[in-house]
Each structure stands twice: as C-alpha cells, then as structure tokens.
C-alpha cells in the first residue's frame, strides 16, 4: 500500500518561513492536500490539489509538490499557525486515501 | 454549511462490534457533491482513513481494514454508519465522520465532525 512520511516535529521562530514536507513514491505524480489540527480540535484543510488555498485560509500558507516531495511552506509564521499538520494524497490505483504520520509545528 | 455528527457507544469490548452513526445536517445525504466517510486517530498518533461511501451505495475501504469493516447509508434519515468488528486495544481511537468532496484530484475531506472518543476494553 501506498505511504506518507512527515517528519515528527519541525519548529520554527515566529515570523519565519517554516517547510513542513510529505515524502512518498513518485508524490509529485498525485494531489496532495493539508490539513492543521490544533489540540483539542478536528482538522481543517488548509492546501488541496498541491497549492491551492480554501476560502478563508491566509495567504501566507502555500504548497509545492515535486519529484518525491510535497511541501506546505507557512512565511511569517505566527504563533497562532502553532499545531499538528497531515498530509494526505489519494492512490490513483486504488481509490485509497493515505496520510501521513502528522507533523508537530512548534512555534518558538 | 455541511454539519456532521457522529454518535454511538464510547467504550466496546474487545471481539465485539463497533457501531458508530454520522447525522448529516445542512444537505441532503444523497447530494452528489459529497463522499461521505470515515477516519480514526489513535491517541497522539496521525489520522488513519476508514473508508468512504457515496449516496448510492458505492464503497471505498482502507485495505489494511477492509475485512472487518462495513459503512452503509440511510438516506431516509440523512445518516451514514459505521461498523467495524472483532475489535481489539488498537482499534481505540478518536473517530471521525467527514464529508470529502471528490473530483480529478481525488478525494478530500471539507467537513470533519468533533469525533467521539471509542475505548476498547473488557
């Protein structure tokens, strides 16, 4: 079956850009979308079809997929951006929904 | 504005079945915008896809669950359900409903429920 990694944790001062990335065999060949989890809440897609923003999503959230790596990239990240991020894509061959492990935004 | 509302037992014993319902509020269960599914997340752990079914009837299941899981629709009562049976401690999880829209870019989820916390145990 088809697999996602993210790294566990990636942190980040706020203001900066923070790059949170998603691997998997020929990625950049699929749509990956994003969804932000903050404690104690459901999730909420923040990127769909690699780089496009739902209504409502800050501009300072952008994403990128290529090659094997698909990436959501926050600039000017603000404490608020502070949360668990997954990754998702879909097997074209299967029909199946695959996400990845979830990575922890830390913002320092 | 799609609302979704999952309920059901919060504590099942192992080997027995888990049976969990979603009530869709705000569109009619048999609108062809939606997939409607479900997704777990294990304590402090990433979220796992269950698996979809469209109004008709059509299933998608997680392979690595597909034997032990059937969702079904209700349009009459606008609601999708879960079972999922012989469950054991890894099958405690935070559970999900979603709608996900679905078009040549695959499925997603737009709307989660506020999941409800299902424990294994004797």
């Known amino acids: 079956s088809y697999e996602l990694t993210q790294p566990p944790s990636v942190s980040v001062s706020a203001g900066q850009t923070a790059s949170i990335t998603c691997s998997g065999d020929k990625l950049g060949d699929k749509y990956v979308c994003w969804y932000q989890q903050k404690p104690g809440q459901s999730p909420v897609l923040v990127m769909y079809?690699?780089?496009k923003r739902p209504s409502g999503i800050p501009e300072r959230f952008s994403g990128s997929n290529s090659g094997n790596t698909a990436t959501l990239t926050i600039s000017g990240t603000q404490i608020i951006d502070e949360a668990d991020y997954h990754c998702q894509a879909w097997d074209t061959s299967t029909a199946d929904v695959v996400f990845g492990g979830g990575t922890k935004l830390t913002v320092l | 504005q799609l609302q979704l509302q999952e309920s059901g037992p919060g504590l099942v014993k192992p080997s027995e079945t888990l049976s969990l319902t979603c009530t869709v509020s705000?569109?009619?269960?048999?609108?062809?915008?939606?997939?409607w599914g479900w997704i777990r997340q294990p304590p402090v752990k990433g979220l796992e896809w269950i698996g979809n079914?469209?109004?008709?009837?059509?299933?998608y299941y997680n392979p690595s669950l597909k034997s032990r899981v059937t969702i079904s629709v209700d349009t009459s009562k606008n609601q999708f359900s879960l079972k999922l049976n012989s469950v054991t401690a890894a099958d405690t999880a935070l559970y999900y409903c979603?709608?996900?829209?679905?078009?040549?870019?695959?499925?997603?989820?737009?709307?989660w429920g506020q999941g409800t916390l299902v424990t294994v145990s004797s």
């Open positions: 705000g569109d009619s269960i048999s609108s062809t915008s939606y997939y």
């Open positions: 979603a709608g996900l829209s679905y078009d040549s870019s695959g499925f997603r989820v737009e709307y």
């Open positions: 079914i469209y109004y008709s009837g059509t299933t």
């Open positions: 079809q690699d780089n």
